[in-house]
T-cell receptor, first 114, second 109 residues
Framework: DTEVTQTPKHLVMGMTNKKSLKCEQH?????MYWYKQKAKKPPELMFV?????LSINESVPSRFSPECPNSSLLNLHLHALQPEDSALYLC????WGTGTGEQYFGPGTRLTVT | SQQGEEDPQALSIQEGENATMNCSYK?????LQWYRQNSGRGLVHLIL?????REKHSGRLRVTLDTSKKSSSLLITASRAADTASYFC?????????FGTGTRLQVFP
């Protein structure tokens, strides 16, 4: 299984809502990533988990809260978002914790904040 | 920033033609990767070239790397309509990838 799955595919939420994005991989990868991508822009790294520990936080606002319950799962908890947070949120994984090799991406969650 | 900058930003060609995309970056790297993204979807890894390699092939893809010029190129030969996508280079920093600005390739049947 070489697939990274993400749920939901689409999410619309108000600025006072709390929601979560979910990412799952069963490739035994030890690093997992969250990226944010605005239209016609490259993905921007948000967080990196290496061996289930947060190793990189790219100065992301606290309204985004990542969680790695186990080596196969990665969540992104959302609270009090702003309309400018509307974007495609991509999850990825790579085999080793150092993130040296290729990354496998999920299809993304299209988030709209109203 | 380690981010790659790609040239051209957009490229339109006919099926059967070759497409070349260029990437420049700023600091030393361990490897450089190329990814493809179909509209609004996840990225797909195409090829990884290490800093001690100069050229690499994978099917219709050919990647070159010139570390002295801090540049890389991706050549897609005999393009197909299905190659229509955005292509990103990603120089690898010490512990993360920083994606380049991307080239939007359109291949007309």
């Amino acid at each position: 299984d070489t697939e990274v799955t993400q749920t939901p595919k689409h999410l619309v939420m108000g600025m006072t809502n709390k929601k979560s994005l979910k990412c799952e991989q069963h490739m035994g990868h030890r690093a997992m990533y969250w990226y944010k991508q605005k239209a016609k822009k490259p993905p921007e790294l948000m967080f990196v988990y290496s061996y289930e520990k947060l190793s990189i936080n790219e100065s992301v606002p606290s309204r985004f809260s990542p969680e790695c319950p186990n080596s196969s799962l990665l969540n992104l908890h959302l609270h009090a978002l702003q309309p400018e947070d509307s974007a495609l949120y991509l999850c990825a994984s790579s085999q080793w914790g150092t993130g040296t090799g290729e990354q496998y991406f999920g299809p993304g969650t299209r988030l709209t904040v109203t | 920033s380690q981010q790659g900058e790609e040239d051209p930003q957009a490229l339109s060609i006919q099926e059967g033609e070759n497409a070349t995309m260029n990437c420049s970056y700023k600091t030393s790297i361990n490897n450089l990767q190329w990814y493809r993204q179909n509209s609004g979807r996840g990225l797909v890894h195409l090829i990884l070239i290490r800093s001690n390699e100069r050229e690499k092939h994978s099917g219709r893809l050919r990647v070159t790397l010139d570390t002295s010029k801090k540049s890389s190129s991706l050549l897609i030969t005999a393009s197909r309509a299905a190659d229509t996508a955005s292509y990103f280079c990603a120089p690898r920093d010490t512990d993360k990838l920083i994606f380049g600005t991307g080239t939007r390739l359109q291949v007309f049947p």
